[in-house]
Every structure is written in structure tokens, then in C-alpha cells.
């Protein structure tokens, strides 16, 4: 499976937006980008996912570099409640045995201060 | 849809004893995934079903774990003979194999944490 990077930590204060990066330099064509978080005590959620385009949903927005690389999934508005650690995931969807399962790294931990 | 459900929650046993986890996934999901998570790490990949069928197994599973999936519905992970090793977070998913490619987003439930003294 392709590796993602991501910062072991980010901090952000309430109410400001949060960009958490993810470095994937040896994606390939069939790789989609997929973000996952996990709140204390939960399993994780899903957050959004993308192929090329940005994309903006209800929870975030993900920004994908033109040469695929690298992505960025951007909190407008921090709050408490996305106090979590954020998974960035490389998908393959291109058939073959993957079944869809995500691997997992470590993520990055966000703190976000009142 | 209720989500994923795991039971039990929480299980402290002796090493040496047998535990067995369960999962009810979301009712139209064909596709069901266990993970293990200890501390401090993302979640690991055991082992995945679709419909009944285990089509998967990671080299985490040793042959003390076995997993079922009957009838491909609820699925069962059993530990047999645990070890402190053991002690972690299991984690189910599910998701529908006829899901957009790329839209086939994972739904995890809330997890069994295992805890082996």
C-alpha cells in the first residue's frame, strides 16, 4: 500500500480554521485520498474523501495538490468537538485484492484550545 | 440504520481465558472488517468478509484468533488462550461492496476494549 506522512501533532485555537497536511509521493492512478478521525474512546469516522478535485462536504473541505502528492484537509471552524486524531488514508479502488480496507498510520493529533 | 454495534464494551480477563467479541454490522453492508488498536497506534488490519465468505486474513491473526461471519450477518472474533499481548481495542467496520468506487467509506463502530491480566 502507498505511504501517507502526516505531522505527529498540530494544536489550533477555537474558531479558527486548521489545515492538516498529508504527503503522498507515491500514489498511484487508482489511490483515492481518503480522511478518517477518531475521537477519544470512538472508532474512527469518516470524514471525506477524494480523487483529483477538491472537494467540500458538511465537516471539511480537502484540498489536493495537481500533482497528487500531497493533500490538506482543511477545518473552516475548529471547535472542541475536533479535538480528535486524523487519519489520512490512500485507497485503492482499482480492483485487486485490497477489498477496499484502509491502512491506517498514525495520524496527526489535533488539540484545539478554548 | 443504527450504526455498528459491538458487544460487549469492555472485557477483563486472566490470561490464559477464552474471549469472543461480536459484531452487528449495518443491516445492507456485505463488507465487514475487524481491526486492532493499542495504545497510542492507528488501527490494524485482522481480517475481512464479504457476505460470509473471509476472503482476507492479516499475519496479526495467529491461530489463536478465528473470526466467522454466518450466514453474513453479525460476525464473532473469538481469542482463544489470551495473552497480555492481546489486550487492545477491537475494532469492527462495515461497508457495501456496491458503493461509487471511492465512495466506499468504512463505518466503524465503537469497538471492544479488551483488557487481558
Known amino acids: 500500500d502507498a505511504k501517507t506522512t502526516q505531522p505527529n501533532s498540530m494544536e489550533s485555537n477555537e474558531e479558527e480554521p486548521v489545515h492538516l497536511p498529508c504527503n503522498h509521493s507515491?500514489?498511484?492512478?487508482?489511490?483515492?485520498i481518503h480522511w478518517y478521525r477518531q475521537l477519544p474512546s470512538q472508532g474512527p469516522e469518516y470524514v471525506i474523501h477524494g480523487l483529483t478535485s477538491n472537494v467540500n462536504n458538511r465537516m471539511a473541505s480537502l484540498a489536493i495538490a495537481e500533482d497528487r502528492k500531497s493533500s490538506t484537509l482543511i477545518l473552516h471552524r475548529a471547535t472542541l468537538r475536533d479535538a480528535a486524531v486524523y487519519y489520512c488514508?490512500?485507497?485503492?479502488?482499482?480492483?485487486?485484492?485490497?477489498?477496499?480496507?484502509?491502512?491506517f498510520g498514525q495520524g496527526t493529533i489535533l488539540t484545539v484550545h478554548p | 440504520d443504527t450504526g455498528v454495534s459491538q458487544d460487549p464494551r469492555h472485557k477483563i480477563t486472566k490470561r490464559g481465558q477464552n474471549v469472543t467479541f461480536r459484531c452487528d454490522p449495518i443491516?445492507?453492508?456485505?463488507?465487514l472488517y475487524w481491526y486492532r488498536q493499542t495504545l497510542g497506534q492507528g488501527p490494524e488490519f485482522l481480517t475481512y468478509f464479504q457476505n460470509e465468505a473471509q476472503l482476507e486474513k492479516s499475519r496479526l491473526l495467529s491461530d489463536r484468533f478465528s473470526a466467522e461471519r454466518p450466514k453474513g450477518s453479525f460476525s464473532t472474533l473469538e481469542i482463544q488462550r489470551t495473552e497480555q499481548g492481546d489486550s487492545a481495542m477491537y475494532l469492527c467496520?462495515?461497508?457495501?461492496?456496491?458503493?461509487?468506487?471511492?465512495?466506499?467509506?468504512?463505518?466503524f463502530g465503537a469497538g471492544s476494549r479488551l483488557t487481558v491480566l
Open positions: 488514508i490512500l485507497r485503492d479502488e482499482g480492483g485487486g485484492t485490497s477489498y477496499g480496507k484502509l491502512t
Open positions: 443491516s445492507e453492508h456485505n463488507r
Open positions: 507515491t500514489i498511484s492512478g487508482t489511490d483515492y
Open positions: 467496520a462495515s461497508s457495501s461492496r456496491l458503493a461509487t468506487a471511492g465512495a466506499n467509506v468504512l463505518t
